[in-house]
């Protein structure tokens, strides 16, 4: 099964200032979405020459009040995977639960023993939806 790396992403609660920090570092903005349904926003920035290998700062416009004291800034890894059943089924034979099944053939959400959030997205299109992932409901939180 291969497997390709995404992001990490973060929660920050001042977006521009982030920005400002990862630009220091040498980040430069690679990509931008607003979510107006979801009410925030998403940018990507990574090292020159190195795009493919990107922070996601998440800034929720409506505040966060926790950040930066509720340990949470961490979001999740994530990793586009071949066959994201596949995958899920294999996490899962080897004890793994799946906090957030694949219903929709797109994403998964699971944890590392160290209670590390990691999202799994299908390569390319959404597969079809699939039992027993369509009608799973959600384990913990993700």
């Not at 639960?97 to 390319?124: C, H, K, W, Y």
Request: a negative charge; charged letters at 25%; one cysteine or more.
């Amino acid at each position: 099964m291969r497997i390709r790396y995404l992001h990490t992403m973060v929660r920050v609660k001042d977006l521009e200032e982030s920005m400002k920090f990862y630009a220091l570092l040498g980040l430069k903005e690679t990509r931008r979405t607003d979510v107006e349904a979801g009410r925030f926003t998403l940018v990507f920035m990574a090292p020159e020459g190195q795009e493919e290998c990107p922070v996601e700062l998440t800034w929720n416009w409506d505040g966060d009040e926790g950040l930066p004291s509720d340990s949470r800034h961490f979001g999740h890894l994530a990793y586009a995977v071949e066959d994201i059943y596949a995958m899920c089924a294999h996490l899962a034979a080897n004890g793994v639960t799946i906090n957030r099944p694949p219903r929709d053939g797109r994403m998964a959400f699971v944890r590392s023993p160290d209670n590390i959030s990691v999202e799994l997205l299908q390569e390319g299109a959404p597969l079809p939806p699939q039992e027993p992932w369509a009608s799973m409901e959600n384990t913990g939180h993700w």
